[in-house]
């Protein structure tokens, strides 16, 4: 019954995030748009200026998505929806109009604010409390509209592009913004209702609270507490697999241009299969956690073998052929949920509010969001476009390298903590 009754807010969520899907994007897949309607002629201190905008949506993710788990744990998930929705009109109206990179990378920056401080602080909790069950599952299909955007909307843009009318690529999701905030406005949402529940009963203590309850009974489970590298490897792994995520879906299209020779189309291409590879993975993946309950931990320490092969490829072989099976490579195990996986392995190890998890895990995620952008942009002015590209795919191995790692003791950790292996089936 409770998952009949809150389908609204999960598809609330995933209309919301597959906006999200355009908008993480739309800068670097309208380049060269951008940067000619700001008013810049040479492509080189064009790139950087929109790597320094994309800087601006990741300063804004930073500073304010660990205070908008607390928020949201404290206002319930509708406020934080409904306001995140009415930035993203914001932002886009504000990419529409602009002809100034400052006033677009303000833009960025409110957006940044939107999607991490009011919509990951929310909008993931409120997937995992629409169907407790399948928490796991439900978080993957964020992951999966937010790639589906990432298919179509490379290909729309070059479309647009060819058609004269660029316009349209802001158009469309700020339209899907407008839709957002409706459905964030009808939508019943779980935690919201219980905290009405909560308020209702004046005898409500801490056994009778319905939130607190799950987080008791996630801790009863441990057999013993978890270390301190434990709880840090579980918030720098958001860190580590955005700077991945993040490197190849903005960054992707730049390689192929300049560092492979491939067409815009062909470009746009690479985009659209690290895309596809990461919708097929979240499907694949969330039967093997669902209906066979494999562990998340599990799947992440394969994603992270795998993603470290898939760059090696990238790094090694300049090939076309050879780089488009990489980049689905990549798509498949490093963004095929593995973002959200690792979300859920934060709550399985160190259970607490899920807004304050939610916003604990994506304040080290948001630092790769600015730590990227800004790196690139340093070496862009110095070097040019095509070496600090180059750079960054070997940076991006190290990392899957350090991911491997990191997930290994996880592995060693599990059976500590719970009693069983994290290669056997989860348990309820």
């Known amino acids: 019954m409770r998952a009949k009754k809150y389908i609204l ?144 909307y490379p290909l729309a843009v070059v479309n647009f592009a060819n058609s004269g009318n660029q316009s349209m690529s802001i158009m469309i999701p700020l339209v899907l913004s407008v839709a957002c905030l409706i459905m964030a406005i009808i939508s019943p949402f779980a935690y919201d209702d219980m905290m009405k529940e909560s308020k209702g009963n004046k005898n409500d203590s801490k056994k009778g609270n319905a939130v607190q309850a799950e987080i008791d009974a996630a801790k009863a489970k441990m057999l013993s507490k978890p270390n301190l590298l434990v709880n840090i490897i579980t918030m720098l792994y958001g860190f580590t697999c955005m700077v991945i995520m993040y490197g190849a879906q903005q960054y992707t299209k730049a390689f192929g241009i300049n560092n492979v020779g491939l067409t815009e189309m062909q470009a746009a291409g690479m985009t659209s299969i690290y895309t596809v590879g990461s919708i097929i993975a979240v499907i694949f993946w969330a039967i093997l956690m669902g209906k066979l309950r494999w562990n998340p931990v599990k799947v992440l320490l394969i994603n992270s073998v795998f993603t470290a092969v898939a760059l090696t490829m990238v790094v090694l072989i300049r090939q076309t052929a050879v780089i488009y099976i990489a980049i689905a490579m990549i798509g498949f195990f490093a963004a095929g949920g593995a973002l959200q996986t690792g979300l859920s392995v934060r709550q399985h190890f160190c259970p607490g509010p899920k807004g304050r998890n939610t916003g604990i895990y994506y304040t080290f995620m948001s630092l790769a969001t600015v730590f990227l952008p800004f790196i690139v942009s340093s070496m862009t002015r110095s070097v040019g476009e095509t070496q600090a590209v180059s750079v960054m795919m070997g940076a991006l191995l190290i990392v899957a390298v350090l991911q491997i790692l990191m997930m290994v003791y996880l592995v060693m950790q599990h059976t500590k903590i719970f009693g069983y292996s994290a290669f056997a089936k989860m348990r309820d």
């Open 9 to 152: 807010s999960l598809l609330t969520v995933y209309l919301c995030y597959f906006t999200h899907g355009m908008q993480s994007i739309i800068l670097s897949q309208n380049q060269v748009y951008f940067y000619t309607k700001w008013g810049y002629t040479d492509a080189s201190e064009g790139a950087a200026a929109v790597s320094l905008a994309i800087t601006a949506y990741g300063v804004g993710k930073l500073i304010s998505v660990w205070i908008g788990g607390e928020i949201s744990d404290k206002v319930g998930r509708k406020k934080m929806a409904i306001l995140g929705a009415i930035l993203y009109i914001m932002f886009f109206g504000g990419l529409l109009v602009t002809t100034s990179v400052t006033i677009a990378a303000g833009a960025a920056f409110l957006s940044g604010i939107a999607t991490s401080g009011l919509w990951d602080a929310a909008l993931y909790p409120a997937a995992q409390e629409s169907a407790p069950k399948y928490s796991a599952s439900a978080l993957l299909g964020i992951k999966l509209f937010v790639s589906i955007a990432g298919v179509v």
